[in-house]
């Protein structure tokens, strides 16, 4: 596994020092914000293979790198952990979300161009953080679910405001339905592969992002 870089090293001890972190302990000096940093890329790397019980807190330090004292010195317990990897893919995401945004700027994109760029970043997403989907997923009853939750509502709300005003053929009652439903879809298909894997498609085929956006596209351009 690579070091993690100065530049995620520095974004943490932003939202650390912005309260976006409260499971996280500030950092007192650069060092302890690359040691965090990489707690949390060993996480989020073992997670792609391990179960959340499987991952140790001595096998995370191992593979930072660094000592449990060091680990304790971050977080108070293996939950805080998790859940501050949780905060970091869900800031990440909504950075990818803004930049989304400013892709498609009101009125001068269509409907096509925001199919294809929404089913990608979501299948680009779930890729990413294919172990910390899987372990939230998987935890979801224990409330693990909640802080991906609260930022995949923040996205619907954007997708909703985007793409409402390209729907023309469907009643204005309509269109906020139709484009929850047709993520409710996307994101869904993504969920049961994450969790079951049962083909045809895996994550990682080329052709999932085709056939989704197939899906997508097809069902938000239908008639009433």
């Known amino acids: 596994m690579s070091a993690p870089t100065q530049a995620f090293a520095d974004r943490l001890s932003s939202w650390s020092a912005e309260g976006r972190l409260p499971e996280m302990r500030p950092a007192q000096q650069s060092r302890s914000a690359r040691t965090a940093a990489a707690l ?4 989020r790397h073992l997670l792609r293979e391990k179960s959340l019980e499987d991952l140790s807190i001595e096998l995370v330090c191992d593979s930072a790198r660094t000592t449990v004292g060091a680990f304790y010195g971050r977080f108070e317990s293996k939950q805080d952990f998790f859940v501050t990897m949780q905060r ?20 001068a994109s269509s409907i096509d161009a925001l199919c294809a760029d929404i ?6 997403n779930f890729r990413t953080n294919f172990g910390v989907m899987r372990a939230s ?48 879809a996307l994101a869904g298909v993504l969920v049961h592969i994450v ?6 498609l895996r994550l990682d085929d080329a052709a999932i992002e085709d056939e989704l956006l197939r899906l997508v596209r097809s069902y938000l351009s239908a008639a009433e």
């Open 137 to 184: 997923l998987q935890h979801s009853r224990e409330g693990m679910w909640q802080v991906i939750k609260e930022s995949g509502d923040r996205y619907r709300a954007m997708l909703v405001q985007l793409l409402a005003p390209y729907l023309k053929h469907l009643k204005p009652r309509e269109r906020e339905r139709r484009i929850l439903f047709a993520y409710q």
């Open 195 to 200: 969790l079951n894997n049962p083909g045809p």
């Open 88 to 107: 970091v893919q869900t800031m990440q995401t909504e950075q990818s979300i803004q930049a989304f945004v400013e892709r498609h700027p009101a009125g």
């Open 119 to 124: 089913v990608h970043e979501t299948i680009n």
């Open 40 to 43: 949390i890329e060993a996480g």
